[in-house]
């Protein structure tokens, strides 16, 4: 009778249990980008985030989509692609508003310290992804052409799958380069802090919660037995993450003088 009861009690706990999970897992991926987005707001400053996160969270939550139509997975994991896509678009939204904004600012203080009153003060030149300018990529004028690009690249990638969808060479593939690059997400952050020799802009809280996160996804998809790329891929990701987490601590108690860079202007900027 005790053994009844309790089982009565421990098969809703256990289902509480797992949907709390999955909601981790759908929702918990946008949560470190909430204090960067508040972040970039009220200072109204993107430079300290580098925008190519965001590249590379739409490619691989793209690709992972596509893996999902040869391979079928929890789709906890597939809606926490789509909820993931949307949040990565809106955060390019803001950083583009925010940087063009920016620059319109600082050509109207250089008049106004040249005391050049009376010409026109000049928008920054529009950069598009149609120019088709590797120098600028990922680094247009306006939102559209960010939609634009991933537009372009998820049709290019869904024709291509669709073709190949019987090949499980090719789906399996497709499945690591989506968690690969994934993983891969912290690198532009890490290499932009090394340009910079310092931290400032970027959220530690964010860069916390990207440890705290991919280390619970990665227990998830080791304990829900995911496809093996998915518990490979995400053990690198935690370790970018606190290679991230070292460069907060020795930018701050060892300051370091920023490099300076003579390159085209796009360099400094591409990150």
């Not at 985030?49 to 597939?78: H, K, Q």
């Not at 003060?121 to 088709?132: Q, T, V």
Request: aromatic share 16%; charged share 15%; with cysteine.
């Amino acid at each position: 009778m005790e053994a009844g009861g309790l089982e009565w009690l421990l098969v809703p706990m256990r289902q509480l249990v797992s949907w709390g999970a999955a909601g981790a897992m759908v929702f918990g991926g946008v949560v470190p980008y909430i204090p960067q987005y508040r972040d970039i707001r009220r200072t109204q400053n993107a430079e300290g985030f580098s925008t190519y996160v965001c590249l590379v969270l739409l490619v691989a939550n793209i690709l992972r989509i596509l893996f999902w139509f040869g391979r079928r997975f929890e789709s906890p994991l597939l809606w926490q692609s789509i909820i993931m896509i949307i949040t990565m678009l809106l955060m390019l939204k803001l950083c583009t508003e925010v940087r063009v904004s920016n620059e319109l600012n600082i050509k109207r203080r250089s008049f106004a310290a040249a005391d050049s009153k009376d010409e026109e003060i000049k928008a920054p030149p529009k950069r598009s992804y149609l120019d088709f300018d590797l120098n600028y990529f990922w680094h247009w004028s306006k939102f559209t052409d960010y939609v634009q690009c991933v537009l372009t690249f998820t049709g290019v990638t869904g024709y291509i799958t669709y073709l190949w969808l019987d090949s499980s060479l090719f789906v399996e593939t497709l499945g690591f380069l989506a968690v690969f690059t994934e993983a891969m997400l912290g690198v532009p952050q890490l290499y932009r802090n090394y340009q910079n020799r310092s931290t400032e802009g970027m959220s530690v809280k964010m860069v916390l919660m990207w440890t705290s996160g991919d280390t619970f996804k990665t227990v998830y998809f080791i304990l829900n037995q995911a496809p093996f790329q998915f518990s490979i891929c995400g053990l690198l990701q935690v370790f970018v993450d606190i290679a991230i987490l070292l460069q907060v601590y020795l930018y701050s108690y060892y300051p370091q003088k920023p490099v300076s860079h003579t390159a085209h202007p796009a360099s400094t900027k591409a990150l």
